[in-house]
């Protein structure tokens, strides 16, 4: 089985990689990543490849921070489209449980787990696949990237009281002090951070020009490559189908359009809002069919499917055979 993850993940790591004197399309072709799949952050790639090209690329860079690194220039961008969702939430505890179902389907093998006490709320990152390859970078780079999304979901006010990871200190560890803060601890049993409890109870506060900046960011595949309707409306069922709000009404909120314009200007272009999500569950369907491990409910709930007969009568009237015989020919 194949875990994968959004290409989004690796937006920043050209420019990162550049700025230290490195070439990103030769170790990216060298850890077995298509170049070609970062100019789609909704393409799907290899977790595990990732994680090779993150050991990879410090080893080039001679520097064991590279996960940190790319962690500092993410925020709410690195979850894409559903980022604009997420931040209209009633307060940051809804916001993290909707990253939460968000995560598993779009970044298959992440567990990432939330804990509330009295006085703490404790937040872990795992990966299934933590036995096949080494996932020091990875940890670091979804603590790091969690960590400032909490703090631009609570308008700047987010700070761990303690974060405990798994890897070895750092011969340098500045960037880590400075991603995390000075409550830092290595050799833990787990990757880990703790913050007051009432986080999850502040109202969401992302900065207006923030918000302005993703509305804007997230119709884009570069970053001067505006996309068609089409494609803004595929981006957006594909953020929101795993929040179980899939919807011409939530979508067209997403893209900004009213849901009656967004229909008009789609049957403009000869297509009905209806056929496009299907084309995107089917899309999706074959993505996980193919490469997860998700079994048919998950998969149903996952696309916005009551049941999984639901699911199996749309797939087979698009590829004319069942979800299951579909990935039995696939994977053979």
Known sequence: MEYIIRSGSLKHFPDLMVELGQNPIRLLEDSGIEPAALRDPDTYISYLRM???????????????????LAMRYGLDMIGALAPLISLQATVGRALELIQRH????????????????????????FEFAGRVNCTQLATLAMGALRLVLGQLAGGRAFPVAVGLRRTAPPDDSVYRELFGPSIQYRQSADCMRFPAELLDQ????????????????????????????????????????????????????????????QNRLRDEGKRFRDVLQS?????????????????????????????????RSFRSWTGESPLAWRLRHRA
């Open 51 to 69: 994680a090779r090209l993150l050991d990879n690329a410090c080893a080039t860079c001679r520097r064991s921070d590279i996960g940190a690194l």
């Open 103 to 126: 995560i598993g389907f779009h970044a298959r093998g992440l567990v990432f787990d939330t804990e509330r006490g009295p006085d703490e709320v404790a937040v872990r990152v795992e």
């Open 203 to 262: 109202p969401v506060q992302v900065e207006a020009l923030l918000r302005e900046r993703m509305g804007r960011v997230w119709r884009q595949f570069g970053l001067d490559v505006p996309v068609s309707l089409t494609q803004q409306i595929e981006r957006a069922i594909r953020a929101s189908l795993p929040t179980g709000d899939c919807n011409l009404e939530q979508v067209a909120r997403m893209v900004d359009l009213h849901p009656r314009v967004l």
């Open 280 to 312: 995107v569950r089917t899309e999706l369907a074959c993505q996980h069919l193919q490469h997860g491990d998700l079994s048919l409910t998950q998969l149903a709930l996952n696309l916005g499917y009551s049941e999984v007969s639901a699911l199996s």
